[in-house]
T-cell receptor, first 114, second 112 residues
Framework: NAGVTQTPKFQVLKTGQSMTLQCAQD?????MSWYRQDPGMGLRLIHY???????DQGEVPNGYNVSRSTTEDFPLRLLSAAPSQTSVYFC?????????????FGAGTRLSVL | DAKTTQPPSMDCAEGRAANLPCNHSTISGNEYVYWYRQIHSQGPQYIIH???NNETNEMASLIITEDRKSSTLILPHATLRDTAVYYC?????????????FGKGMKLTVNP
């Protein structure tokens, strides 16, 4: 039981490049979400999903796309990377939307955009 | 979500109990107290939550005052690996906004 797995752990991009941050969970959790963490800003919600085929925007969705084709996977796509997207990205999951206050986080992806 | 107040930091000796306070004087009847921690460079980790009764699990105990205006997270035998930022969060049990707001939290340093 691996929990929430994020890949890659580190990534450096050039401005304008695109990439996908992977997130997978093996706990059969309905609810998944993506946060970014910047110094002094706490965690900010980017996108979330309440089940396969259903996604919605969080508070900072611009520049990011998500999809949820399976229960297990919730990839985050950066369409055209910008230096402002330099951050640590965390994926999280919880058993259900009713239990979304108990979230299990991945180890994070540290992204630098030059 | 009700506002919480935590001291910015505290120290604890290894092997001793660490008592982490949190004030939430505006908590409403359907709001729970949740505790998370974030060890340096890692993702946040859920610890425990409660409504009004004291709760205990394998990681910690949560003591909530009778008026529910404050609570204390207790790590009974702190180890060096418990050094982390601890977040006290008040949330409605179900429904409510999607976003977990972690705030600034409290840095616990466990010293050898």
């Amino acid at each position: 039981n691996a929990g929430v797995t994020q890949t890659p752990k580190f990534q450096v991009l050039k401005t304008g490049q695109s990439m996908t941050l992977q997130c997978a969970q093996d706990m059969n959790h309905e609810y998944m979400s993506w946060y970014r963490q910047d110094p002094g800003m706490g965690l900010r919600l980017i996108h979330y999903s309440v089940g396969a085929g259903i996604t919605d925007q969080g508070e900072v969705p611009n520049g990011y796309n998500v999809s949820r084709s399976t229960t297990e996977d919730f990839p985050l796509r950066l369409l055209s990377a910008a230096p402002s997207q330099t951050s640590v990205y965390f994926c999280a999951s919880s058993y259900s939307i009713a239990a979304k206050n108990i979230q299990y986080f991945g180890a994070g992806t540290r992204l630098s955009v030059l | 979500d009700a506002k919480t107040t935590q001291p910015p930091s505290m120290d604890c000796a290894e092997g001793r109990a660490a008592n982490l306070p949190c004030n939430h004087s505006t908590i409403s009847g359907n709001e729970y107290v949740y505790w998370y921690r974030q060890i340096h460079s890692q993702g946040p980790q859920y610890i425990i939550h409660g409504l009004k009764n004291n709760e205990t699990n394998e990681m910690a105990s949560l003591i909530i005052t009778e008026d529910r205006k404050s609570s204390t997270l207790i790590l009974p035998h702190a180890t060096l690996r418990d050094t982390a930022v601890y977040y006290c969060i008040v949330r409605v049990g179900q429904g409510g906004s999607e976003k977990l707001v972690f705030g600034k939290g409290m840095k616990l340093t466990v010293n050898p």
